[in-house]
Nanobody
């Protein structure tokens, strides 16, 4: 059974940083691309960032480019999202997800396993 467990969310001030972690189990972590998505109440879940199986390729939605960094440690079965210069509009529940293959994209349907989510709240 595949499980993804996020941690690292919290309440911060605008301009602060947070690092989210997601530990995976139940499948060969290094064989799958990973992604981070976020969702606010009443809105659809949206793509934030993704990383290839090796970590050699990363992708970001435009609104977080230059502020967020996705990385992974295949030895620890863990994917990270370093979030810097946080803004109130970054407030959301953040979800990590495991891609069906080793190369990422931004489509929700490409990811077959999801974590439970972690809340990030940024106040001005």
């Amino acid at each position: 059974q595949v499980q993804l467990v996020e941690s690292g969310g919290g309440s911060v001030q605008a301009g602060d940083s947070l690092r989210l972690s997601c530990v995976a189990s139940g499948r060969t972590f290094s064989s799958h691309a990973m992604g981070w998505f976020r969702q606010t109440p009443g809105e659809e879940r949206k793509f934030v960032a993704a990383i290839s199986w090796s970590g050699g390729s990363t992708y970001y939605t435009d609104s977080v480019k230059g502020r967020f960094i996705i990385s992974r440690d295949n030895a620890k079965d863990t994917v990270y999202l370093q979030m810097n210069s946080l803004k109130p509009e970054d407030t959301a529940v953040y979800y990590c997800a495991s891609h069906r293959s080793d190369w990422p994209d931004s489509h929700l349907s490409s990811y077959d396993y999801w974590g439970q989510g972690t809340q990030v709240t940024v106040s001005s």
